[in-house]
């Protein structure tokens, strides 16, 4: 644990519960104006102790010895807080520690199997910018729960089951098999999909044909599984290549389709009804889990079997948490998913934990997040008005990326700019998105996602870039400063060096509520403060050979935290741009 607030509220803890006479008083530390950090626990302790709370606050300032070692002052101020100072020397051991430690001074937890539920596109459809923010924010926790030390098992939970592969093989029939790869190896996945819908509410006979598919597909007939799963595979490829565009994660090995629970479908009923969880209405199966209601107040069902006897989206939600939980043992299962289905998502949870499928201490979150926005704050919509085709947003972003380095900088040649044009292309789609609280709708916006000022990846890529420029100009090889022996001297040097500490906060801050918007925050913190450090203080030109090797191994350390901190976002850092 590195950062020097925690390690203040450690020692200070134990203070508190001496003048307290018992344990797990918790006070509270926050970074202050006036010092480094401000302990606010006197307050609430005056009363218990019947003294006043400066009183407290003193007598906790005696306990912790005032804290020498790790503060160069402390003092009781205004009603009762302890203004509290770190000391120099403190911080310039705890950075000379994160220095020499390849994981920044980010430690590992206690491991947890976690599944991260995302992307999830449906086949024979366009990836489009509705599955952005999935993509995006789901790569992310995957590196960054992985970095703690998680067990993290992704799933790309595809729609490639349902009543619409009927319609969608016979038209691939129609077709024939030949034509209908050629069209969609085009990755023109809408068109065909239009095509098929049009034949389908236009031609009876069609919609027959489709039916009787459905059913054949259902049942297993194996001629129309080759066919579907040809389907399948021209979509996944489809996306692959959206993916490895992008640098996310996944993989053919990580695709846990809508069908892959289809063996386990009839089971969800039968547990259901055995538990006596299992009600009929309008003819349906269902549950009711409680404190649902529909607009007319009525009690909501989850319906889990039509008419019919056909199974839907909810029964193989239900299916896919048994799975989950039963047979790969996963105790944290995280839902990637739009907030429009935070109904669907929250139902399927509670009849979950009625079945009993879903108990302590395994837990489910629905990672919610809100829609991108175009600026008539109206869903993103390309020229056409058809949805923004996922494929073609990120390549409109490396060209225009690709447009602003040349004007920012014409002597990088021309490969190498094409290979950093993608980084901050795609860096700037992924930021932009990252950077919102995913709770929260926002607009797109490329001028601002792409400029160089402000909270953007291209302004965090460059404060990288430029200290490894400050490197490669001085001929100075970065491996050999890291075991430096810092120190912190002037106030920028102060701010950064805290910063710096703050990583391992950063990380667990924003796995706390699976919001990387926090680690964003701190990232351009951390470019904000390394600024102000390089404009006050001469690295190069310092005034004696110590200083200059300290300030180069603070340079060296910041960006170290920069691209493993962008790299756990999924966002590479270019050492030249
Ligand atoms: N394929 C679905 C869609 O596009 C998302 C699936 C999300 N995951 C899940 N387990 N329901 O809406």
Redesign the pocket.
């Known amino acids: 644990m590195a950062d020097p607030l925690h390690i203040l509220a450690a020692r200070l803890q134990a203070a508190f519960d001496a003048v307290a006479g018992r344990t797990g008083v918790d006070p509270v530390i926050r970074p202050s104006e006036h010092a480094d950090a401000q302990a606010n626990g006197a307050l609430a302790l005056a009363k218990e102790l019947g003294r006043s709370p400066r009183d407290v606050a003193q007598a906790v300032l005696e306990a912790c010895g005032g804290l020498s070692g790790v503060c160069s002052s402390i003092e009781v101020a205004g009603p009762g807080f302890l203004n509290l100072v770190l000391d120099n020397s403190f911080l310039a051991g705890e950075l000379s520690t994160v220095a020499t430690d390849e994981r920044l001074g980010v430690g590992v937890v206690a491991p947890r199997k976690v599944i991260i ?1 995302y992307s ?3 086949v024979a459809k366009e990836m489009h910018v509705g599955h952005l923010r999935t993509t995006v924010i789901g790569d992310a926790l995957v590196r960054l729960m992985e970095h703690l030390g998680h067990e993290v098992i992704r799933e790309n ?3 490639d089951w349902g009543t619409p592969f009927g319609m969608l093989i016979e038209h691939l029939l129609d077709l024939g098999e030949t034509q209908a790869a050629d069209h969609l190896s085009l990755g023109d996945l809408d068109g065909f999909y239009k095509q098929a819908r049009a034949k389908f509410d236009a031609d009876d006979v069609f919609k027959d044909r489709a039916r009787a598919r459905v059913v054949l597909l259902q049942s297993g007939d194996t001629e129309t599984r080759r066919l579907w799963k040809l389907l399948v595979d021209l979509s996944t490829k489809h996306f692959n290549a959206v993916y490895s565009l992008l640098g996310i994660l996944l993989t053919d090995d990580d695709l846990m389709g809508e069908s892959a629970y289809n063996d386990l479908l009839p089971q969800v009923i039968t547990r259901l009804d055995a538990l006596g969880l299992l009600q009929q209405s309008d003819g349906a199966d269902v549950v009711f889990p409680p404190g649902y209601t529909n607009r007319d107040g009525d009690p909501l069902p989850l319906i889990v079997q039509k008419g019919q006897g056909g199974f839907n989206y909810a029964t193989s ?1 239900l299916a ?1 948490v048994i799975d989950r939980v039963e047979r790969i043992g996963a105790d944290l299962l995280l ?1 990637v ?1 739009g907030a429009p ?1 935070a109904q669907h998502l929250s139902m399927v949870f509670d009849v979950a934990r009625m079945a009993g499928w879903l108990k302590d201490p395994v837990e489910a979150v629905h990672v919610s997040f809100g829609s991108v926005l175009g600026s008539d704050r109206k869903m993103l919509k390309s020229r056409s008005g058809d949805p923004l085709k996922f494929i073609d947003l990120v390549t409109e972003a490396v060209a225009r990326a690709d447009e602003a380095i040349a004007a920012k900088n014409p002597e990088l040649p021309a490969d190498e700019r094409a290979r950093v044009a993608r980084m901050v292309g795609i860096g700037a789609v992924k930021y932009a998105d990252l950077s919102t609280d995913r709770v929260r709708d926002y607009v797109f916006d490329w001028e601002r996602m792409l400029s160089f000022d402000g909270n953007t990846a291209p302004y965090l890529q460059y404060a990288h870039a430029r200290i490894c420029s400050i490197f490669r100009r001085a001929g100075i090889d970065r491996a050999s400063v890291a075991s430096t022996t810092l120190s912190v001297v002037e106030p920028q040097e102060r701010d950064l060096a805290l910063k710096i500490l703050g990583f391992e906060s950063a990380i667990l801050d924003t796995l706390e509520r699976y919001s990387p918007h926090r680690l964003c925050t701190y990232l351009y913190e951390l470019a904000t403060a390394f600024t102000a450090f390089y404009e006050h203080c001469p690295v190069l030109k310092a005034d004696d050979d110590a200083i200059r090797a300290s300030r180069l191994a603070l340079c060296d350390l910041t960006a170290r935290v920069m691209n493993r901190g962008l790299g756990l976002l999924g966002i590479d850092a270019p050492e030249q741009m």
């Open positions: 539920d999830a596109p449906n939970h595809i729609g939600d896919c839902y998913v289905q």
